[in-house]
């Protein structure tokens, strides 16, 4: 069956730091990936989603990139981190419909 | 924005129940779906219902589709306190490619 991980659950960081969050898939191949941002008491917001190894979309401006150097290997990155950054990043594959989540990383930059 | 808008933004019933929530968008949409989320957790899909549809059930969640009205809404029945989490619905434009795009969600409380 497939799976999802996705870590660390909760990050505290300090304002110009770099982050690094890292999302993994088994038990699939090919999948599509996203990683979505959501606000406290607010709904999901795309950053970025990828349908194969090396293709990633943006769907923001922001501060954030993402990666895919594995197939099933989704990782989001700042070079430095802002206030704004902060939130519940959570990580998703498809091959159809639906969407699986990861448990998400809770971030607080500080 | 295309985004769905749920309403109401908040839900508070007894155990025994029914809890209605609604979804609205504003554009064509290929499919529209359902998820739940617990608080601090990821989300877990609930039931997905095609633009060609009306009405799907799962168990006690029934969902109805009107593509004329632009609108969705989620029915579950005989709540139970379990069923305490933020209700999404989510949307999939044509020529959306791969993006699925969510509400702002409407959190339930059933009280035991």
């Known amino acids: 069956s497939q799976t999802i991980h996705q870590w660390p659950a909760t990050l505290v960081q300090p304002v110009g730091s770099p982050l690094s969050l890292e999302c993994t898939v088994e038990g699939t191949s090919n999948p599509n990936l996203y990683w979505y941002r959501q606000a406290a008491g607010r709904g999901l917001q795309l950053l970025f989603y990828?349908?194969?190894?090396?293709?990633i979309s943006s769907e923001v401006p922001q501060n954030l990139s993402a990666s895919r150097p594995q197939d099933r290997q989704f990782i989001l990155s700042s070079k430095k981190l802002l206030l704004s950054d902060s939130g519940f990043y959570l990580c998703a594959w498809r091959l159809s419909s639906p969407l699986h989540f990861g448990n998400g990383t809770r971030l607080t930059v500080t | 924005s295309q985004q769905g808008e749920e309403d109401p933004q908040a839900l508070s019933i007894q155990e025994g129940e029914n809890a209605t929530m609604n979804c609205s968008y504003k554009?064509?949409?290929?499919?529209l779906q359902w998820y739940r989320q617990n608080s601090g957790r990821g989300l877990v899909h609930l039931i997905l219902?095609?633009?060609?549809?009306r009405e799907k059930h799962s168990g006690r969640l029934r969902v109805t589709l009107d593509t004329s009205k632009k609108s969705s809404s989620l029915l579950i029945t005989a709540s139970r306190a379990a069923d305490t989490a933020s209700y999404f619905c989510?949307?999939?434009?044509?020529?959306?490619?791969?993006?699925?795009?969510f509400g702002e969600g409407t959190q339930l409380t059933v009280n035991p």
């Open positions: 990828s349908v194969g190894i090396g293709q």
């Open positions: 989510a949307t999939r434009f044509p020529y959306s490619g791969s993006r699925l795009t």
């Open positions: 554009t064509s949409i290929n499919n």
């Open positions: 219902i095609r633009s060609n549809e």
